[in-house]
């Protein structure tokens, strides 16, 4: 349960540093290094890069999580590649991949193909995915479980004067039945603690709304999501407020924090990142 909310947090924050307003001064390439963590005392960094050309753009992502569960060991690695036509034209296409997982416990790799359609000051935009999950065992002579994932993404946003709103919804089914990992006693004899942490924390479906604000010196947004867990059914929530601040024409600062409660736990976390952008 406990990784369910940091994941969770991890991708709303991640997600979180794409601002929905369209740019008026744009520059062709970007970095971008951001820091978090939680009450929990978890913490987590992510570096994003994106290279544009002419009528294609490609990007880059890699993180790291740090987080203990009493004796658990809960630290994870992302790896994310994307390429997509030009997005500012009235339709573009993208193809990418992740990786995330801990070494020895679990990972998913996911392929999306992603449909953007622009219409006026409406975007909408549709992406199939496909997933593969590997699950570690403690048994040598079956050391990996395999599960098959195929699911759906569905965007919308607004662009308004000086402000946006998008609203987004994920669906994702498996090839086995996944509550298993959370009714079967038997399978902290096959797994261990970590993996079956990290297991819990597989979708069944997210949604999430978002609004932002531009100034003369930045922007100002909120956001707000939901996540149900395909193991245990346990709802996560959160509501998150962000500053963007445009130190000049090329550099850039944003923060951001929130809570995140999970309906199988009385406790609220409360999360916070800071990252440094800079475009080129």
């Known amino acids: 349960m406990k990784i369910m909310r940091k994941l969770f947090v991890i991708i709303l924050c991640v997600l979180g540093s794409i601002t929905s307003v369209k740019s ?8 971008s290094v951001e820091k978090g963590g939680d009450s929990s005392q978890a913490s987590y960094y992510f570096i994003d890069a994106g290279f544009d050309f002419d009528d294609s753009s490609l990007s880059f992502g890699y ?16 790896k994310q590649i994307s390429i997509s036509s030009d997005p500012l034209n009235d339709s573009s296409v ?29 975007s909408f ?30 965007g919308v946003v ?20 996944v509550s298993i990992l959370a009714t079967d006693p038997r399978l902290v004899l096959i797994f261990s603690p970590a993996t079956l942490d990290h297991a819990s924390g597989v979708e069944k479906n997210r949604t999430s709304a978002d ?30 407020l962000s500053i963007h601040y ?29 990252s440094l952008n800079n475009q080129f």
């Open 24 to 31: 008026v001064e744009i520059l062709s390439n970007r970095i």
């Open 63 to 78: 993180g790291e999580s740090d987080d203990r569960y009493e004796t658990t060991v809960l630290d994870t690695k992302t």
């Open 94 to 122: 993208s193809l990418s991949y992740s990786d995330w997982g801990q070494e020895g416990e679990i990972n998913i790799s996911t392929i999306a193909i992603g449909f953007v359609q622009n219409l006026g000051d409406w």
């Open 125 to 154: 935009s549709l992406s199939p995915k496909s997933r593969k999950i590997e699950l570690r065992t403690l048994f040598a002579f079956r050391p990996v479980i395999n599960l098959d994932s195929s699911g759906v993404d569905l």
């Open 158 to 177: 607004y662009y308004g004067k000086g402000w946006s709103m998008g609203l987004d919804y994920s669906k994702n089914n498996y090839s086995r039945d």
């Open 211 to 240: 609004i932002t604000y531009l100034l003369k010196w930045g922007s100002i947004g909120a956001d707000h999501s939901r996540s149900i867990s395909a193991v245990d059914d346990s709802v996560s929530t959160s509501k998150a």
């Open 246 to 274: 445009k130190v000049n024409r090329s550099w850039s600062v944003r923060l951001r924090g929130g809570q995140t409660d999970n309906s199988f736990s009385t406790q609220t976390t409360n999360f916070s990142s800071l």
